[in-house]
Each structure stands twice: as C-alpha cells, then as structure tokens.
T-cell receptor, first 109, second 114 residues
C-alpha cells in the first residue's frame, strides 16, 4: 500500500464547474499538507499549504484536511481552462515531501 | 526575485555515463532537496542538503550523490546511468529556520538515458 493515494484521473469538466480533488494517506504522523499544480513539462507550483486539520481558502481554491479520516481535498470553484494541469497532493512529517501520483484535470470551454 | 533555477534544461546520456545537474535556490533559502519524477508519477524524494551536509536521504542507491556549496547552490550527481534513470529531476528550496516544509520547486532537468 502506498503512503499517499491519489486518483490519477483524467478528470474532464466544463468551464465554471466546481472541481473536487482528493488524496488519502496512511501515515498518521503527517502534519503538513500541500497541493501543487504542475503544467506539462514544468516544475510543480505550490498552491496551498495547510498545517494539521482544518480548512484554508485562497481565492477560488479551498483546501481541507481531515486527519481523523486521513483524507485531504482541494476544491476549485468557477474552474477555468487555465486550470488544466496535473494536481499533486503532498504531505510530510519532517522535511521530506511524500507525493501522490497526481490527478490530471482538463477544463474545457 | 529569482525563483529556483536549474541547469541544464534537457540532457541526453547513454547507459553507464555520469551526469551532474545543478540548482540555485530561491533567494533567502538555505535548504535544497532533490526529487526524481518519472513520467505519470509524483516526485520521489532523493535527498536534502543543509549547511553543506546531507540531512535526509530517500530510497535511492549510492549512485546518486550530491553536494551543497557555501552559497547554498547544489549539485546532483548520478553515476553509471541506467535506462530507468530517465526522468524529470526537480530541485526544491526552502528555509530550514522557518520550517522547511514549504518547498518551492524549480522547472526541472529532463534526463534521457539511451
């Protein structure tokens, strides 16, 4: 069993839709949770950073962490074609990041 | 403010050769981590450097080695290249004193081993 599980998709949605991306994990020691966006053939770009459980909102993006269920989510409101990318969840207990495989998202006009 | 930079952008090598990849961290950052990302996979942690010392290491063989310089820049060296080493190699920088979990990535070096 992988430490971090993420549905690889692809996920295809119309412009304006609400997108929900999710990851589950097995290591209860994880304290720091991140979402990265990666465009094709580029490096990952940090989108959201959350410490422990709770919600965090930044513009159209909302990150949720439920440590009791070992489940994290990223919601994208009013999705745009420019949101088309691979979304990677990442988490850590020390300084080493453990990533999911990434979910490929396509937003069509 | 320049972000994390990596060189070269692309590299093609043959099996058995050696390669050196370079990384300059974001201004104000003192910690550099290296990751390997195979096609269709998430990045996998190779190792992390702080104060010119290796702090942590992932599950990679000794063929993978690194170095950090006094100006915080870093190199990743891979010896005796295998076909399976073909991947995107990512460098991430962070500030240890501020909690180094906030890591910022460079654009990566795409290595192809033939």
């Amino acid at each position: 069993q992988k430490e971090v599980e993420q549905d690889p998709g692809p996920l295809s949605v119309p412009e304006g839709a609400i997108v929900s991306l999710n990851c589950t994990y097995s290591n209860s020691a994880f304290q720091y949770f991140m979402w990265y966006r990666q465009y094709s053939r580029k490096g990952p770009e940090l989108l959201m950073y959350t410490y422990s459980s709770g919600n965090k909102e930044d513009g159209r993006f909302t990150a949720q962490v439920d440590k009791s269920s070992k489940y994290i989510s990223l919601f994208i409101r009013d999705s745009q074609p420019s949101d088309s990318a691979t979304y990677l969840c990442a988490m850590s207990d020390t300084d080493k990041l453990i990533f999911g495989t990434g979910t490929r998202l396509q937003v069509f006009p | 403010d320049a972000g994390v930079t990596q060189s070269p952008t692309h590299l093609i090598k043959t099996r058995g050769q050696q390669v050196t990849l370079r990384c300059s961290p974001k201004s104000g950052h003192d910690t550099v981590s290296w990751y390997q990302q195979a096609l269709g996979q998430g990045p996998q942690f190779i190792f992390q450097y702080y104060e010119e010392e290796e702090r942590q290491r992932g599950n990679f063989p000794d063929r993978f080695s690194g170095h950090q310089f006094p100006n915080y820049s870093s190199e990743l060296n891979v010896n005796a290249l295998l076909l399976g080493d073909s991947a995107l190699y990512l460098c991430a920088s962070s500030r240890l004193a501020g909690g180094s979990d906030t890591q910022y990535f460079g654009p990566g070096t795409r290595l192809t081993v033939l």
